[in-house]
């Protein structure tokens, strides 16, 4: 398993896809937060904090993820490698987790150099270190759940099909699905005392409650039974090959 995952891993440092998400990512939240004058500048606030990269980071790794990990699986069925692969001595989980964590590493390494935005906001709060440090972190915590969710919405819908595009768009509908649809839902106040639930199965809200600081069990179960459901998923397509 450590082998396939430092080869996709070397794979995506190698090429050009995986080096382009690391720097459109960083690209993208730096313009908008310390260039571009708008709503999300981290310099108009007024006041140190860091909402404006927890708000746009999501809806940044909604695209970028997808990028990634559309290839996971399409690319091995559309050249006939998915054979060879799954006949080595490697059990499916073993092949599903070393795409799964090398797509989770990649975002790590887009993630990492953010934190020079927290040490700027540090050092530039008046008196020097007047943030929420407990909130940043807990929205750090919260966006990585998120993207590695993403992650593993990704390798699924990949595991689907041989045509990278469309892995791409059906992962961006899902995580975008379960990103803002069940809030759209809630907000219809169609079910009455079910809406709140219907709310809590989005992922907006486990990632709004984190962005808050506080790291609730909760959440983060959410956020880990999502990761396992959709894993477990490409589990049964991969085993449904030798049916």
């Not at 090398?102 to 927290?118: D, E, K, M, N, S």
Request: net charge neutral.
């Amino acid at each position: 398993m450590y082998a396939l995952y430092k080869k996709e891993i070397s794979n995506f440092l190698t090429s050009l896809m995986g080096i382009m998400v690391i720097v459109v990512f960083l690209l993208i939240t730096g313009l908008f937060l310390w260039v571009f004058q708008n709503d999300f500048n981290l310099l108009n606030y007024g006041y140190a904090n860091m909402d404006s990269l927890f708000i746009l980071a999501p809806w940044v790794f909604l695209f970028l993820v997808p990028a990634v990990t559309m290839r996971s699986f399409a690319e091995e069925n559309r050249t006939g490698t998915i054979e060879m692969l799954l006949t080595k001595p490697l059990s499916d989980w073993q092949i599903i987790m070393a795409k799964f964590l090398a797509g989770v590493t990649l975002v790590l390494l887009a993630l990492i150099p953010t934190f020079v935005y927290y040490f700027s906001i540090y050092r530039l709060g008046l008196p020097m270190g007047n943030l929420d440090s407990g909130g940043i972190w807990g929205s750090y915590i919260g966006l990585f759940l998120l993207s590695a969710s993403f992650v593993s919405i990704g390798v699924f819908c990949s595991s689907l099909t041989n045509n990278q595009i469309l892995a791409f768009i059906i992962t961006v509908f899902l995580c975008g699905f379960l990103m803002m649809g069940f809030e759209f839902i809630y907000s219809l106040s169609l079910f009455g005392p079910v809406d709140l639930f219907i709310q809590q199965l989005g992922m907006s809200a486990h990632y709004s409650s984190l962005s808050r600081g506080v790291v609730d069990t909760r959440d983060v179960l959410y956020f880990l039974s999502v990761i396992i459901i959709f894993l477990s998923a490409t589990k049964l397509v991969l085993a449904s090959r030798k049916w």
